[in-house]
């Protein structure tokens, strides 16, 4: 027996946890951080903060561990970039996170310019500031980043890599390396071309490595001490996607966030790019493999939606009370909320769009409103589903689902009457963090295949659709509207 410790960097807070050989959570430790808000639409995090908290949690697991660890695995918030000093491993500049909308109008002036085709034709996403391009070049040009031999670029998974291996390894893989508008996702390697187009020095950023493989070793700084194989990487939403064991091209899963992320494997042929829709890279399983690429729709403020309604407007005291406060009532009352406080992301794509409630009456509550809230996210889902299904030519037959709304059986049962599917949620709903230890076990031989991940992939609840089809049409349409007052009001 061993375990896998899968180290989960979220938008809100960081996780270790220890996994066992069954595919079982033996021990999850919890530390949330700060969120800094320098400006309208600007959201940072603090580099050193993330890694105090990470090896928090690590040293918290490693106590109550009765066998060795095999490996770790990493999973994280993609787009989110970070500088930092090679000769130091200081922070150059608060990371900014994948939410911040900085750099909307240095998008629009790209769009405006003609360089949208050589962006979707290339990295498979479209100019928008949620992607880290764009944040890397505002750092360089107006953040006080200097570029220089000892400067390192990167995701959130190559800074822990670089803190983890205490500096030696500057390392990425293919599903983050896809999310910053700087990856050829076709032949797997950094653009030059458009690396010269934001002005991001190609040899600042890290070495590409398959996603499941071994990247490097633990140091003795790190709190499980040194030579522990750090064997797995992936951008959050596809290890979802790999502990969800969608390895079938058309399943498709969605992880209730921060923000929501659909997708939908499509297999190993990179498809063209589709309006409203990201092409990106799932996984690769190993040197010589060839990817697997996913259709992905990102949606940009679900679990944010219940976060400020607890800490904005105070309507609860815990996320976990909306459920029951939704539940309370038996409609919104014709209340329709979009969640658009850092514009919208698929299909919308407008990063000018802000948050709107619509159908306020002096009958309106706060479980009216709550309401509105979870049912933003089963709306903002079929807004991506019904793209997808558009393009991929198939109807879903099943969507299944995780994160931490999905514990709310009400928005299951929401989501399956407007896909008119059934929504299957896993028995493991933390499957980010699952995946990311299936993919570092993968490589170390803790578990043969695929296969095995399947089979240990097991269900917790599946609902099927009740409502009337034309009423939740009906309802849909209304949504509809809502959005269109929402869209463009910050142009």
Known sequence: MSYVIALDAGTTGVRAIA?????????????????????PGWVEHDLDEIWDKIQSVIAEVATELDQPVSTIGITNQRETVAAWDRRTGAPLHRAIVWQDRRTADRCAQLTEEGHLPLVRNTS??????????????????????????????????????????????????????????????????????LCGLLGVPIQSLPDVRPTSGRFGLTADTTALGAGIPISGVAGDQQAALFGQACFEPGMTKNTYGTGSFVLMNVGQTCPEPVEGLLTTVAWTLGPGEPATYAYEGAIFAT?????????GLQIIDEASEIGPLAASVDSTGDVYLVPAFAG?????????????????????????????????MAYQTRDVVDAMSNASGQALSELRVDGGA?????????????????????????????GAAYLAGLAE???????TVNDQWQIDRQVTPVADREQAEASYQRWLAAVKHAQGWAN
């Open 124 to 193: 498979g996403l479209v100019l928008d500031p949620y992607f880290s391009g764009t944040k890397f070049a505002w750092m360089l040009d107006q953040g006080g980043v200097s570029v220089s031999e000892h400067l390192a670029l990167g995701t959130i998974d190559s800074w822990l890599m670089w803190k983890l291996t205490g500096g030696a390894v500057h390392a990425t893989e293919p599903s983050n390396a896809s999310r910053t508008m700087l990856f050829d996702i076709r032949t797997l390697k950094w653009s030059e071309e």
């Open 303 to 311: 679990g944010a939606a219940i976060q400020w309604l607890r800490d």
């Open 344 to 376: 919208l992301g698929s299909p919308w794509w407008d990063p000018y769009a802000r948050g709107t409630i619509v159908g306020l009456t002096r009958g309106t509550g706060r479980a009216e409103i709550s309401r509105a809230v979870v049912e933003s």
């Open 406 to 434: 999905s514990v709310m059986d009400l928005l299951l049962q929401l989501q399956s009457d407007q896909l008119g599917v059934p929504v299957t949620r896993p028995t493991n709903q933390e499957t980010t963090a699952l």
């Open 445 to 451: 031989s803790v578990w043969d295949s695929p296969a």
């Open 19 to 39: 996994v066992d050989t069954a595919g079982r959570f033996k021990k999850l430790a919890y530390r949330e951080f700060t969120q800094h808000f320098p400006q």
